[in-house]
């Protein structure tokens, strides 16, 4: 499926990967990472209890930084396999993942990824909503299908 333009494609990615494919990058996946499942919690404190299992009660745990790298090393999947075909199943893989298991909502998806807007905005120097929002909106929608 086609989820924005190319040129969208082409700045998300340079965007995303000044961020997370840089050696020298400032930020550190880990606290990155935390920063926003710590807002996603803020926002939606009851879907704590889906992160029983990844010790999301210790933020600072191996397990809970597991989790996080997990979940954002999949969205670097997705982002940098935008335009090419093996896109659409990856997409299908993540959200098949979250379909089988039990609590995920549609809802949970469109909170995290403004939650992503919110943070990935404060980091990055030149941030480009308008490309990230229509990215965003399509990943987003393969994400959350059946959900
Ligand atoms: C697990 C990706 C959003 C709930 C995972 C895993 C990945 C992932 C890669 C690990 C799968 C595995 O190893 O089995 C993503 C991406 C998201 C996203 C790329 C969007 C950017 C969400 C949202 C929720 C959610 C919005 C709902 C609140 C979960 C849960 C697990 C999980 C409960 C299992 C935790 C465990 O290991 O026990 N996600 N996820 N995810 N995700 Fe997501």
């Known amino acids: 499926s086609s989820c924005c333009s190319y040129g969208d494609q082409q700045k998300v990615k340079a965007q995303w990967n ?20 710590a807002r996603f919690f803020e926002v939606d404190p009851e879907s704590k209890s889906l992160f ?18 997990r979940v954002l090393t999949g969205l670097d999947l997705i982002i940098n396999l935008m335009g090419d075909d093996a896109m659409d199943a990856e997409l299908a893989h993540l959200n098949t993942q979250h379909l089988a298991r039990e609590g995920i909502t549609g809802t949970h998806f469109t909170e995290m990824f403004k939650v992503l807007d919110g943070s990935l905005r404060q980091v990055l120097e030149e941030y480009d909503s308008l490309s990230w929002r229509y990215c965003f909106r399509g ?5 959350r299908d059946g959900l």
């Not at 000044?18 to 499942?37: A, H, M, Q, R």
Request: avoid cysteine; glycine fraction near 10%; charged fraction near 25%.
């Open 52 to 69: 029983g299992r990844v010790k999301v009660e210790d933020p600072d745990s191996p397990e809970f930084a597991g989790h996080v790298i």
């Open 18 to 37: 000044s961020l997370w494919n840089t050696p020298d990058s400032s930020t550190s996946k880990i606290i990155f990472g935390k920063e926003v499942f």
């Open 139 to 143: 990943l987003g929608a393969a994400l």
